[in-house]
């Protein structure tokens, strides 16, 4: 799928056939129209209907029409808008996004909203907002099952439509990595920390990578540094996940691989681990049992990753093999 603005050039006029369409699109989505009332009759939408419609949204300032397409077919169109026109809301906004009925279902709409999302982080902003008619539960449960949060409830200020405003945090992408290191006994190593937006959680050691690392390298550097454990290396891969956290004031989504390796039970040393967990926010450490790992999880602290009991008994019920000596791939 490629999307792309709606290139005019000097002619204010949207091209007649780029317009056919966009008018085909506008009647393929029936339902919609018929409950936003843009358009005189839902049945019977004109092509002179929407360059009307669409000459009023794109006269406004910082205000953009980009066209999906799919092998040559246009499948959907977003506009944005740069700034608001109320100048105390400092976002971005989306002001429609619309899928050829047709192809909807088949990820068409998530993937617009991700590009929008993108192009709107790339160029500095931190969250982007659009409004919700309250009487379209399919696109409110679209935009809240991509992270978006009902923010406000208001009358939309062309028609006085009530709607509902959503806004999402535009996080900033982090790779990370982590390594589980368990004891002869069974117990696992996990750094207790705090977080401005997660609050007290229990962790392997582990961080963010550096930009030309690999996981596992980022994983092996990272040990050293929070345990100063420098003679064990990543075994094997136990999962990878996903999860938001703000990162030294940034909101990230930060992206983990978690490995798994056998070492002594023993504390963390080192002459410069004291300033490593004050910069990274560790309050503590401890060696937690299976039993005890799964009883943490009915406190309000939370585990990273949150399955790391059921992954380390899949792992030693597959044979539970450490790394070799320097096995860093």
Not at 10 to 15: A, S, V
Not at 203 to 212: F, I, R, S, T
Not at 274 to 284: F, P, R, S, W, Y
């Amino acid at each position: 799928m490629i999307v792309e603005p709606l290139a005019l050039g000097t002619e204010p006029d949207i091209p007649v056939p780029v317009l056919t369409e966009i008018t085909a699109l506008y009647a393929a989505n029936r339902e919609f129209q018929a409950l936003s009332g843009d358009f005189p009759d839902p049945d019977d939408i004109r092509p002179e209907q929407v360059a009307t419609a669409l000459a009023d949204e794109l006269a406004r300032p910082d205000v953009e029409l980009l066209l999906a397409r799919s092998a040559g077919r246009l499948v959907g169109l977003v506009i944005t808008s740069a700034r608001h026109p109320d100048p105390a809301d400092p976002d971005p906004w989306i002001a429609l996004l619309m899928v050829d009925a047709e192809v909807q279902g088949q990820g068409y709409g998530r993937r617009i909203a991700r590009f929008v999302e993108d192009r709107f982080r790339a160029a500095g902003r931190t969250a982007v907002r659009l409004a919700v008619l309250d009487n379209n539960p399919k696109g409110l449960a679209f935009w809240t099952a991509l992270g978006y949060e009902v923010i406000d409830r208001r009358p939309d200020r062309d028609l006085g439509r009530p709607c509902a405003v959503l806004r999402r945090v535009l996080r900033t992408p982090r790779r990370a990595a982590r390594v589980a290191v368990v004891d002869p006994g069974g117990a696992v190593l996990l750094l207790r920390s705090d977080n401005v937006e997660v609050g007290v959680h229990w962790a392997p050691p582990g961080g963010g990578l550096e930009p030309d690392e690999s996981p596992r390298e980022g994983a092996l550097r990272e040990l050293g540094e929070e345990t100063g454990w420098t003679d064990l290396a990543p075994g094997p891969l136990l999962r990878t996940w996903e999860h938001d956290f703000t990162h030294h004031g940034v909101p990230v989504r930060q992206h983990e691989h978690i490995y798994v390796t056998r070492g002594p039970h023993r504390e963390p040393a080192g002459p410069q681990l004291a300033a490593v967990h004050t910069e990274d926010g560790i309050l503590g450490w401890r060696w937690w049992s299976r039993k005890e790992l799964r009883e943490l999880g009915a406190v309000p602290e939370a585990v990273w990753p949150p399955d790391l009991a059921g992954l380390l008994d899949a792992w030693e019920a597959d044979g539970g093999q450490p790394a070799g000596p320097g096995a860093v791939t």
